[in-house]
């Protein structure tokens, strides 16, 4: 399928003006990160907790700050996008010693129940409890209610009503016990020894991320020797499938998507993790690709259109895969910024990577890597061209003889 047909477009002669673009966004990327005092990490590379937690109504943002604001001094609360359905909160806190991490995971749980959860003397807290904590409050209320249940039936009715709170609709989160009616198993006496023994606090903490310093110090190494090995195999398999200025170009083109790509989180203060990586190194792959399939045309017409200038070539390589190009870079397009879109602050990162990414990519091919080439050739030319071709000798005039046509004088 071909959208374009027989197109002619100069696009080496439009290179200067992407040229200059590429080297104000790098720059203006460059200089927002060394101004902000480095890259933004996530707690992936830094270390630290982050905490989903599920409220029964609006997340209450600023008194989860000034709650938890005293205790933790670099925190940072992110309402989900659909909040409105879910209610959910992202709380992350940033903690530099490791011994730190499990109690400041502890201290979080405790502010949140203390400030939003309505403690009730001598009673356990519901929402929050695990299946052995809720298995010993209620084996011997139910045994003194008459409840004859004996040890694995007791473990089962806890796991059965565990489980309908954890999982959809509730997701964590009742807001009345008369709700485990439903529950195989659940009698109005549970439901009574229920009510007698826990209380419903308005939030739930849905899961924990703990991270400590030194496995966050080895996978940033680890991303960043991953990226780099990335272009260097890239390199030298360009290199060595065409010439080792192709490779050069391509990886240089490659390199210059992935600063711009950083720059933009910077710009938008976007933290980097490890989706964020995953996302940079399908960039490497989808934009190599893109110019490996330009230059693979370009030695395509080299064999073929041999006394044809080499701008003029390229510029027709180009054209012939423009249509190529529109179709998988839009159609890509399409998919990430639906992702963007309509895919929540989980996928943010690594939809925001791409969507910038594969923008970037597609004109670096053609505006970046291509004049990288064009470039390096005039410069070898030139210099073969240059002082190493002798003047030509002078023309004597021809003599003419008696009798015989003109001839020119033998050397």
């Known amino acids: 399928m071909e959208l374009f047909k027989s197109t002619n477009f100069d696009f080496l002669g439009k290179k200067w003006p992407f040229i200059g673009a590429s080297l104000a966004l790098t720059v203006a990327g460059l200089s927002s990160i060394a101004m ?21 109504g609006a997340p209450p943002e600023g008194r989860i700050r000034s709650a938890l604001g005293a205790k933790f001094g670099d925190l940072t609360v992110q309402r989900l996008s659909d909040a409105s359905s879910t209610n959910e909160v992202i709380i992350g806190t940033g903690l530099k010693d490791e011994k730190e991490l499990e109690q400041g995971r502890k201290t979080m749980i405790d502010t949140l ?14 929402n929050n409890a695990g299946e052995v904590t809720l298995l010993n409050r209620l084996r011997d209320p139910l045994q003194r209610g008459g409840a004859q249940l004996a040890e694995p039936q007791l473990k089962d009715l806890v796991r059965a009503i565990l489980a309908f709170r954890n999982n959809p609709p509730q997701s964590g989160l009742i807001t009345s016990f008369d709700q485990l009616s439903t529950v195989p198993g659940v009698s109005a006496n549970i439901i009574n020894a229920l009510k007698q023994e826990c209380y419903l606090a308005p939030f739930a903490v849905r899961s924990v991320t703990v991270v400590g310093p030194k496995v966050a110090n080895d996978l940033r ?9 990335a272009l260097a195999g890239m390199l030298a398999y360009i290199a060595f499938r065409f010439e080792w200025i192709y490779g050069v170009a391509a990886v240089v083109a490659v390199f210059h998507d992935t600063i711009i790509t950083i720059g ?61 190009t529109i179709l998988t870079s839009g159609l890509t397009f399409l998919t990430v910024i639906a992702l963007f879109l309509f895919g929540g602050p989980v996928l943010n990162p690594f939809s925001f990577a791409l969507v910038v990414g594969i923008l970037i990519g597609t004109y670096s091919s053609v505006f970046v890597a291509s004049p990288i080439v064009l470039f390096w050739q005039n410069y070898t030319e030139g210099r073969k061209r240059g002082g190493r071709i002798p003047p030509a000798p002078p023309v004597k005039p021809a003599v003419r003889q008696e009798g015989r046509p003109l001839a020119k004088k033998a050397k």
């Open 113 to 126: 129940t203390a400030t939003f959860g309505q403690p009730q003397s001598g009673k356990l807290e519901f």
């Open 264 to 324: 933009f989180f910077s710009l938008f203060n976007k933290e980097i993790d490890l989706t964020v990586i995953a996302a940079l190194l399908t960039l490497v792959g989808y934009s190599m690709n893109d110019t490996i399939v330009i230059f693979d045309r370009i030695r395509e017409n080299l064999k073929i259109l041999r006394r044809e200038p080499l701008e003029s070539l390229m510029n027709k390589s180009v054209n012939q895969t423009l249509s190529r």
């Open 36 to 56: 902000k005092g480095g890259i933004k990490y996530g707690i992936d590379f830094t270390g630290g907790s982050q905490m989903s937690v599920k409220f029964a």
């Open 221 to 229: 190494k680890q991303a960043v020797q991953a990226t780099l090995l």
